[in-house]
Nanobody
Framework: VQLQASGGGLVQAGGSLTLSCAAS????????MAWYRQVPGKQRDLVAV???????NYAEHVEGRFTISGDLPKKTSYLQMNRLKAEDTAVYYC?????????WGQGTLVTVSS
């Protein structure tokens, strides 16, 4: 199983980026896909989740600015990020979870300049 996150880059504060995640390989019974982010020296934090029922949840600090979407049977997810702030700068990771484990990709760097 491999996950490829893409779409990161450099953007000015107030701008937008869309991250994409595509998983390959056989993953049975996917029940959610998620995005996390990590700043060097800090813990990895959950940003957004989408479940196989279509429900979504967001971390408080991105609520109203970020939107997660995805097609779980196709093992793809997206994170639309609007009104970006300097504090959103981080490496963003996507994951796929089934009933047994959470699979991780390598991450994509998002840098927001102020």
């Amino acid at each position: 199983v491999q996950l490829q996150a893409s779409g990161g880059g450099l953007v000015q504060a107030g701008g937008s980026l869309t991250l994409s995640c595509a998983a390959s390989g056989r993953i049975l019974s996917i029940n959610r896909m998620a995005w996390y982010r990590q700043v060097p020296g800090k813990q990895r934090d959950l940003v957004a989740v989408i479940t196989n029922s279509g429900s979504t949840n967001y971390a408080e600090h991105v609520e109203g600015r970020f939107t997660i979407s995805g097609d779980l049977p196709k093992k793809t997810s997206y994170l639309q990020m609007n009104r970006l702030k300097a504090e959103d700068t981080a490496v963003y990771y996507c994951t796929v979870t089934n009933g047994w484990r959470e699979y991780w990709g390598q991450g994509t760097l998002v840098t927001v300049s102020s």
